[in-house]
């Protein structure tokens, strides 16, 4: 117990940092990952901006960083974190990494959400006259919705995951200090305390996932 | 209004050409409803969106109101498909908006000010019957109630044409029905030109004044309702139309037939009464009617009675010459058992 007091003040700090990667990545995955999905479902065949090579072009991108495994993504990417932020250590240097990941995962659920939608509405949509614009924004975007906000959930889990990764090679948070302490110290309490941290904040994430997406959802 | 010309579609599945429709050219007049009737797989739907261009044509132009539509760039498209409505068999309502918005929408969607969008959504839900249910979301609506907030969101830029894919499709007879007569109304009250396309010939006696048969593509047979019910050219015009003035007479009523059978249709005017007692007083037979029944096609009658006419066989064929003379259409249908005995 007495061991757990003395490093509150880190694990405090390790879980603010967390906190930071996961939402400042999240942000990103939403602000760019969501156009991104948009635009994937709107070029599709047969919908109201069908563009062949957008799709393409944005598909080979999105599919091109899903399949490097995050660990090599996160080295991989070094070079542009030190470029953008003149350093890759510290919380901020591994939201770089982390946000690159997020964003595409993030756009292939906005577009599999999409996809959901009963073609119909779309067509009895452009058949009133709106413009692109106006279906995404009025038709696609509500329709979304609780489908947008679960995506968010299961994308906040998985920085969470991939945040720890990101700890490893000097990212900071709870990942980091796990490790740290855990696997080069042996020191069980703080690995059993980390554990808990991430299964606790997890378990929250998901529970108010669930409860807002529920809420919105008027099916 | 609507004009089409020499119209083709094809789609290419597998390397394979499938022709949905085929060289068609029709016209649908200003104020009219037009029917479009044939079976699952003619064509129906791929004709109908032609007229809003969802569906462009391989080959052939598509002309409302003196516009070719092939010839619009998106933004002009986008404006004319403002003034044609369209309600479909799914009602294709947004789920998460309520009725007041769904409605909405296709104001916003026009660029109406937000200011007289209230007012405009009111007035088209109190024209579909609906004023009381504006806060609701489509699930919490029955299908006739959703239709109606269907018909009213394709109201709501106040169209010059309404087409309608199978809209009573989904729907029970009692809702049709009402859904029917909303289209009428719509018709009749705010003169927009209607067009329908239904597999159930009652919609089209109900509510059109023109139809088209449609099948593999092709336009097999247009009229007026009238002419199509009454004189249907084509076996699937007749096929579609059977049960309107074909009846399967029972067994057992067949048994008890005495003379001929005989089925008389009359047109426009119903002087059966009139008929079949001058007949008798004119020739001994003895007539026995086994089934009538009378269809109105926008009021105006169609009636078709079967009869039993038995007495000496010169009689029965002197009277039946008479009905030939005096109605529409006489058709023997079964000789008789006597006649069969003697011949
Ligand atoms: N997008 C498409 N791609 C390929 N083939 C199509 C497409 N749309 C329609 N077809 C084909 O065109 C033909 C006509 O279809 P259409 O939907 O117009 O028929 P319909 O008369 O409306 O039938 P239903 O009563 O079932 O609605 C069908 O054979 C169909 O398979
Ligand atoms: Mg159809």
Redesign the interface.
Known sequence: MDRLIELLPELNLAFVETLVMVGIALSFAFLIGLPLGILLFVTDQGLILENKWVKQAVGIVINLIRSVPFIILLVFLLPLTSFLLGTTIGPLAASVSLSVAAIPFYARIVESSAREINKGVIEAAVATGASPWMIIRHILLPETKPGLITGITITAISLIGYSAMAGTIGGGGIGDLAIRYGYYRYDDTVMFTTVILLVVLVQFVQYMGDFVSKAVDKK | MIELREITKEYWSKKEKNIAVDNVSLTVNEGEVFGIVGYSGAGKSTLLRFI?L?ERPTTGSVRVDGIDLLTLSNKE??????S???I?Q?F??????TVFENVA??L???GVQKKHIRDKVVQLLEVVGLSDQLAK?P?QLSGGQKQRV?IA??L??DPKIL?CDEATSALDPNTTESILSLLKEINQKLGITIVVITHEMEVVKEICHRCAVMREGKVVELGTTFDIFSAPKDPLTKKFIQNVLEFEIPELMMNRVKGKLVKLIFLRDLATDAVVSDMIQAFEVRANILHGKVEYIHETPLGVFIMDISGEEDQVNQAIDYLHKRVHKVEVIEDGPTYRALA
């Open positions: 809003n969802l498209l986008r404006k004319t498909r403002q044609i409505g369209m479909f799914g294709y309502l947004v789920a998460s908006k929408f296709a916003l969607a026009a979301y699930s269907s969101r394709s709501a830029n087409l």
